[in-house]
Every structure is written in C-alpha cells, then in structure tokens.
C-alpha cells in the first residue's frame, strides 16, 4: 500500500488526480487522508533546508546555556520561514488543480444515431461531438462539418484574434495550432456557428492536457539566490565545526579544564553562526517584494525577487506585454495622398500628418473625411469612456474600434441613421451599411462599404480624388496596400455609393460601381514605455527574445520598432522549431531574438535549451499554453488582466498591468534587493568572524599570557551569552537597517552578474578576513589594557576582570557601529552619499547604544544576565579610540580596490 501511494504521489504511473484518489480509496484511503498526508509530507520538507539546520544548531546551543528566551526567539524564526516556505509552495502546486478546473464537465455527442448529452470525462476516440455557438470544446475534434465557425483559442496559442475554422485537410508538416484550421482544441470556446467533428484526443492526450503532463515533469528550479545560500551554508556550517573541534583540541592539549575548553568551543560555535542572517534574508526579499509591487509586480515566490536582478534573457510575448493589446490606425491612404496618424491605443487624441506636417483633416480634401466617414458608419464597435479608471475601451472587435478612434480623432463623432447592413461573413469579405443622408444631397442615401483592399477595389469603378470622381486607378491602390502590408499593417479599404432616398434595403447587387475612398492601416502599436525598457535591457546587459503565435511579417515589423532585433535579423517560425532538434535549437538560440507563430512546447524548449547556455530566464505568459514554460524558467511572469488562473498559479511574479516595461522596474528592484543581501552579508559574517577570531585567538595565546589562562585566574574575553546577544542585537538593531539602503546609481548601467558566482569569493573572504582581524585586534588590546591588572597581583581581581569583560564587549559593539557607517556601500566610500539618507542606520545606532549603556549602568549585577560591571567613565576614549579605526580601515580598503580595479580596466 505505501509503494502504491508513493507512486501515485510522484506521479510515476501518470495517472490524473481522478484516477489517484480513486486508486487510494481501493486501498482504504479516502480524499481527506490523502491531502492530510500530502500536506504532512510538504510541511516537514520545509525543514530540508541547511540555513534551518543552522538555526536549529543555534536553538539547541542556547538551550544548552540555559538561555531559553533566545532559543524560543531563534525557534520562533525557523517557524516562520518554515511556514512562509510551506504557503508559497502551496500555491504553486495550485496549478496542477486550476487546469482541471479549465476541463470542461459535460458535452453533446452523437451516438447510436441519437443526441446524448455525457459527462466528458466518458468521451473516447471516434465519439462524434456536436458544438454550437457558446460551447467549450471538450476534447481535440477534427472537424467534418463547419457552418460560419470560429473559436476563441486564446489560451491555447495566445491569439487574441478568434479563429476561423474549416473542414478542408491541410496537408503541410509541422502546422503550430493556430494554423491548424480544421481542428478543435480542447479547453477552447465556440464564439460563432456550429461545428460537429471526431474526438481524436482525450485526457492527456489532447493539446491541453499534454501541457498539463509537461507541467507534472517539469520541476520548479532552484533559485540562483538559493542555490548560492546553499552553498554558502554549506561552507559555513563545515568552517564552524571544524573550527570548534579544532578549539576544543587545542584547550585539551594546553591541559584546560573540560568544562573551560567545551564552554570555550560553544562560544566560538555561538560566534561563528549567524542566528539572524536567515531571518534578515528573508525580510530583505520581503521589502523587494513590497516595493515591486509598487511598481505593479506581484512576486509570488520571495526568491524570486533576488532572481531577476541576475536575468540575462527575457522571453516575452508579443500582444498585450510589448504592444498595447488596441488595434490603432497609423496610415491612411486616401486620393493618391499618405496620411500618418498620432497616438496610440483608443484615447480619441491625436494628429494627421502629411509631408512630415500637422494638417487639420476638416481642411483637406475630401476623401479624407469621407475615407474616415466610411470607417466610422460601417461598423459595429462603439468607444466609451471608463468611468471607474482612466482612459477608453471599445464595445465590439478591435478592428472595427480602431476605425471609430481614427475617425473620432478627426472629430467625426455624429452617427447617420442605418437603415439596412449586410454584416461581415468571412467567405465575403466585406460589410455594407445603408444610411439616411443629411445635408445638402438630402434626397440622397448612401451606402458605405469596408473589407479587404482586393474585394473592395472589386466592387469599385471610380475613386475619389481631391473632391473629384475620377475613374479607378487600382494598381497604384495595391501597391499601397502591399506597402502597407509589408509594414505589418492589417489594411481595410473603404469605398462609398450615392443612391437614392428611396432606397431602404440593401441587396449583395447594389455592391456595384462603387467609388473608392481609401485605404486605413492598422496594427497594435508598441508601448512607449516597452521601447524605453527594451533599451534599458540592453544598457543592462539583458538581452530581449520574442516569443509569439502572431505571424512572422507582424512580428518581426514590432521587433525592428522596439529595437528587439537589427535590420535583416532571422525569425524563426513554429515550423522550423518543430523540425530542429534540441541540439540545432541550440546552436540558434543564442543569435534568434524574434520567434513567430510559437507553439506551447516551443517556447519550453526555447527556454531549456537558453538554460543549457547557462542564461537565467524570465519568461512571460498569460494562456494555460505558457503555464510550462513558466515553470521552467528561473521566473516566470503571468499577466494579471489577460492572464489565465493557470498562468499565474504557474508563475512566480504576477504583472497587474501586463506591461513589459514592469518586468525592467522589477528588474532594477531585483538588482538592488541582491546588494542589499550582499551588504547584509558581508555585514554580518565579518562581525562573527571578529568574535571567533578573538575566541580563538585567546585559546592559542592561553599559554603565553596569563590573562586568558583559567589555570592562572584568566578567562576569555567575552562570554557566550554576551556573543550571543551581540549577534541577535546586531541583526536586529544593525544588519537589518542595511536593507532600507536606497538604490545605488546606475544600477541599470552595468551587466548582470555571473550566476554562478559565489556569495564567498575571493574579495568577500578578503574582506571578512580584514574586518575580523581588525575587530578581534580590538577586542583583545581592550581586554588585555584593562584586564592586565587584575591578575598581575597574588589574588585575582575578579570586580576588575568583570569591568575588562564588559570592555571588551561593549568594544566589540562599537567595532560594530563604526563598520556600520561604511558597510552601507560595497564599493563606494561613505563620504559620497549623506549619512543621512537612510533614517534607519541612524536610528539603530540609536538603539544599540541606548541599549548598551542600560545593560552596563542601569541592570543590577545580581540579576544582570549578560554579567557586566559599570564602567568608568575615563575608560570610554580609549574604547572609542581602537573602535574608529575600522571605519578608515575600510575606506582605505574601498579605495584601493577601486583604483586596482580602473587600472585593469
């Protein structure tokens, strides 16, 4: 029974989550058992974690030392990032369950001859399905009867556009889905006519559930932050022991009491391990994740928001993320003149522009008017204005919408009235409307026409040209179109008729001697913002690749406009992804920035094979198609207005205004969140390496000087519980002001850094080597000035060696404070920025010292835990005098590195 749970758990025998739980209740479980137990299991795996084995350590050396407050605080820590680990790992695991909820229950199928309505999880191969207007596809069909069909397959293949479907064969290889015009997709929506076809996909077997099984294989990666952590533990928790052996042997060969060399190797164990930094970490990402979320970025995994400040690729879409998602008018051609239109998206604002200057449309000639007319009256779309946020939105499609705005920005707002319309057909190609006209032909009504260029220019006899009917010139009216259309613009012609008033319905035959207006050129045009952040990209060495189903003309056009790719840049297509092997995917990925008409499972393997190039991904999505690829990049990026519950429950980041130039703040946030957790490092780890050197250090001179041989009445310069304090002190009142540091500049300037760089090279052990030295040199010159005395005499002095101790403590605190100061920046010296500029440092200064001076003056020494003695007063400028130096250590330190460093250079 546990092996059948075991693999049904993993996943081994592919079974869905249906068939598991029915599996496990043959077997005596029921459903609640088996989520009892599957969150049992998920729980205490939030304790395989090396960072909490050092927590955990910590915890059981305090409880050693009887100090059980500290071990209920160090414990209180494991907890929470137990419990935050174990939230956010639930969610993800979301995702499996929203893609079943995407299935759809019920169908109508045809069986026996007879309609019968079954539950779709019945459905099998050669079952006959009827679809109607409205309805979910249950299953991949082929369709054999199509009436006027089409299908919103959005969250299959991300097109926005719905699809029109056919029953005739297509006998070309390698077809992405939305090529695939005689199937149906499972998961998708009917949006128009009725459609019957052959089940020939269920279950996983369908396009949908092949992205589910890809994402039960795909493993969520480990962060680069995390994989660093790991390692950096690792080294920690091996450095800390071997170090506490190494004192514990030493004590027993200088011939120490037992009880002095393992009190000795605990402090030392207590001074090396850094209780707080776990928690610090993780409060550092937490403000990112505040802060980008500001910045309209929801981070849904808190490592997540350390890992984009190392991407070096960016795998985005195209519609919705690069581009506004709003058809926008960009080109009018109207009697033999080229307009440019201003502004993008559905605000009704903008300007015409002809021969690189503003003119105003009412002063034109009169095709203009009438080629925006034409677009404005035959059309469905309507443009309203949103009342509870800003800007505009269009009822109906967007291409009749971008033909109001257009027209609109001219100031053509009043409508005629329509007395008949023949409505768009896909087979026809076009749309008629028939209007009551007003004004000075009042006898007359007209008839305006739009559609494709080739089927208006069919209809027409005649064009307009500068207010006069001029006969036809359709060849120099295609070249435009084909112009426009090599420009990736969707083009529409418009054209117009007189008749009579007495003319009240509108037949196919009054299509005839038509008179040409014009020809309007649309696309959905980059954001403003997305080509500012696509040259941030570069500036910060982050290279920009688009992945979309859109067509390779649009998509390639869109790139040129953002910069994405450079003049004659190849675009490789669904067709040669799905012939390429992984290895010659390999070899192009490094060079192919633009993808066009991409299937689900290539863009995964885009992502796969950027990782095998050792890149760290952030890709974006928004269908229940990206849910793998989302997955499997280091972050993924679900959009969160046109974003699918599978996408984002797959995603680690979550952009609420689906806008490519959010993911390059949270970029910069993600860059500043990793210095700050650098800083908080090679703050902390210097401190504790400061007080296992003065440990140590008073061990190996424990023969030589009698101040720290317990044989002859010494003792150690501090005591593990004043460590102790010092460390949970420093991480709370010191290390954890470090994380409110404000941006460094040029943080967008500079390269990303190497993923797999170490947190402990060789300037950070450079670094934690000087200040640990210069510390445990001032702990020590303290003790030994002070403590001297209180054993050169017959008797010891134990009042006098208490007040050295205390010296020699609150010395290491202000060793502590005056690297603080310039421990705000790695690599620029503390005189470049205000001390004032975060509050913060200053205010933990504050604290620390307050908190110093009331353990030394105020606490009685019957009841003081941390066993000080007041100080006198004289004894502070010599403490403060050896505390200094650090500060002007490190700067010198700074400076000279950055001299070596312009040298290489």
Not at 228 to 234: E, I, M, P
Not at 235 to 240: D, E, N, S, Y
Request: charged share 25%; proline share 4%.
């Amino acid at each position: 029974m546990e092996q059948v749970f075991d693999a049904l758990e993993s996943g081994n025998e592919g079974l869905s989550t249906r068939e598991a739980k029915a599996r496990l209740e043959s077997y005596g479980y029921n459903e609640l058992k088996f989520k009892k137990r599957s969150t049992l299991i998920r729980f205490l795996m939030q304790f395989h974690s090396s960072l909490i084995y050092v927590l955990l350590a910590s915890a059981l050396i305090t409880a050693f030392l009887d100090m059980w407050m500290d071990t209920a605080v160090i414990l209180a820590v494991v907890f929470a990032n137990t419990i935050i680990g174990f939230i956010q790992e639930g969610k993800a695991e979301a995702s499996v369950e929203a893609l079943e909820r995407v299935m759809t229950p019920e169908c109508t199928v045809l069986r026996d001859g007879e309609k019968q309505v079954i539950p779709t999880r019945e459905l099998v191969p050669g079952d006959v399905v009827l679809l109607e207007e409205g309805d979910k596809v249950p299953a991949d069909l082929r369709l054999f009867y199509a009436k006027n069909v089409s299908a919103d397959e959005a969250t299959l293949t991300g097109e926005s556009v719905a699809v029109r479907k056919k029953i005739e064969a297509i006998s070309k290889p390698d077809l992405s889905l939305a090529d695939q015009c005689c199937m149906a997709f499972s998961g998708t929506f009917i949006t128009r006519g009725s459609a019957q076809g052959i089940v020939v996909g269920t279950g996983e077997h369908t396009e949908i559930g092949k992205i589910a099984k890809l994402m039960k294989e795909t493993r969520k990666i480990s962060t680069p932050l995390m994989r660093k952590l790991a390692d950096f533990t690792r080294f920690l928790v091996f450095a800390t022991l071997s170090i506490a052996a190494l004192n514990f042997i030493l004590a027993v060969i200088f011939e120490f009491p037992l009880e002095y060399s393992f009190l000795a190797s605990v402090s030392l164990a207590v001074a090396a391990i850094p209780e707080g930094l776990p928690a610090i970490v993780t409060i550092t990402l937490a403000f990112g994740v505040t802060e980008m979320a500001r910045k309209d970025a929801l981070i849904r995994r808190l490592p997540a928001a350390e890992t984009l400040g190392c991407t070096t690729v960016i795998c985005t879409d195209k519609t919705g993320t690069l581009t506004k998602n709003q058809m926008t008018v960009s080109r009018i051609y109207c009697g033999g003149k080229e307009y440019e239109v201003s502004g993008a998206g559905y605000e009704p604002s903008g300007e015409f522009i002809r021969d690189n200057r503003v003119v105003a449309p009412e002063r034109e000639s009169e095709e203009l008017i009438e080629t925006l007319k034409a677009g404005y009256l035959c059309n469905n779309a309507s443009l309203v204005e949103n009342k509870d946020e800003e800007g505009y939105s269009i009822v109906g499609d967007p291409t009749e919408g971008a033909l109001v705005v257009s027209a609109s920005k001219a100031g053509i707002t009043e409508h005629l009235p329509r007395l008949d319309e023949i409505p768009f057909v896909a087979e026809q190609q076009y749309m008629a409307t028939l209007h009551l006209h007003k004004g000075v032909n009042a006898d007359e009504n007209v008839i305006y026409v739009k559609g494709s260029p080739e089927k208006i220019l069919e209809m027409c006899q005649y064009q307009l040209v500068n207010g006069i009917i001029k006969p036809l010139r359709s060849e120099e009216v295609t070249a435009e179109a084909d112009k426009m259309a090599e420009d990736a613009l969707r083009v529409l012609g418009v054209a117009y008729k007189r008749v009579s008033s007495d003319k009240k319905a509108l037949n196919p035959e009054d299509l005839e001697g038509l008179t040409f207006l014009g020809l309007q050129g649309m696309m959905d045009p980059p954001r403003e913002e997305a080509m500012e952040a696509v040259q941030k990209c570069k500036r910060a060495g982050i290279r920009v690749v688009m992945v979309t189903g859109d067509h390779a003309r649009t998509a390639n056009a869109i790139a040129r406009q953002l910069g994405i790719s450079e003049g004659e840049d190849r675009v490789l297509t669904g067709e040669e992804l799905s012939r390429m092997s992984d290895d010659e995917l390999y070899d192009v990925v490094e060079t192919a920035s633009v993808y066009a008409r991409a299937a689900p499972e290539h863009k995964f393997r885009i992502i796969n094979q950027l990782r095998r190039r050792g890149h760290i991904i952030a890709a974006t999505g928004d269908g229940v198609n990206d849910a793998p690829a989302l997955k499997a990049a280091d972050i993924g990026v679900a959009m969160g207005i046109t974003g699918t519950e599978v996408s984002k429950e797959a995603a680690d980041m979550i952009l609420t205004d689906d806008n490519f130039a959010s993911i390059v703040s949270a970029v910069e946030e993600g860059r500043h969140v990793f210095d700050n957790i650098k800083k908080v490092i090679l703050y902390t780890l210097p401190t504790n390496g400061g007080q296992t050197l003065l440990v140590l250090g008073a061990i190996l001179l424990a023969p030589f000087i009698f101040l720290f041989n317990p044989l002859r009445g010494g003792c150690l310069p501090i005591e593990p519980v004043q460590i102790l304090y010092i460390n949970l002190l420093d991480a709370v009142a010191l290390a954890l002001t470090l994380i409110r540091e404000p941006k460094e500049k040029g943080l967008l300037d500079r390269p990303p850094r190497n993923p797999k760089e170490r947190i402990t090279d060789s300037p950070f052990f450079k670094k934690v080597g000087l200040v640990s030295v210069v510390m445990a040199l001032a702990g020590f010159m303290i003790f030994y000035y002070f403590g001297e005395p209180a054993i050169s005499g017959s008797v010891v002095d134990e009042e006098l060696l208490m007040r050295a101790r205390t010296a020699a403590f609150t010395t290491v605190m202000l060793v502590h404070i005056s690297y603080i100061f310039t421990a705000r920046s790695i690599t620029e010296s503390a005189f470049t920025f205000s001390p004032f500029s975060n509050k913060w440092v200053l205010i933990g200064v504050a604290v620390t010292l307050a908190l110093q001076l009331t353990i030394i003056y105020a606490l009685p020494s019957g009841v003081n835990p941390l066993r000080t003695a007041p100080l006198p007063a004289e004894w502070w400028i010599p403490m403060i005098l050896v505390s200094l130096p650090m500060f002007f250590i490190i700067e010198f330190e700074k400076f000279l590195t950055k001299r070596l460093m312009n040298k290489e250079k």
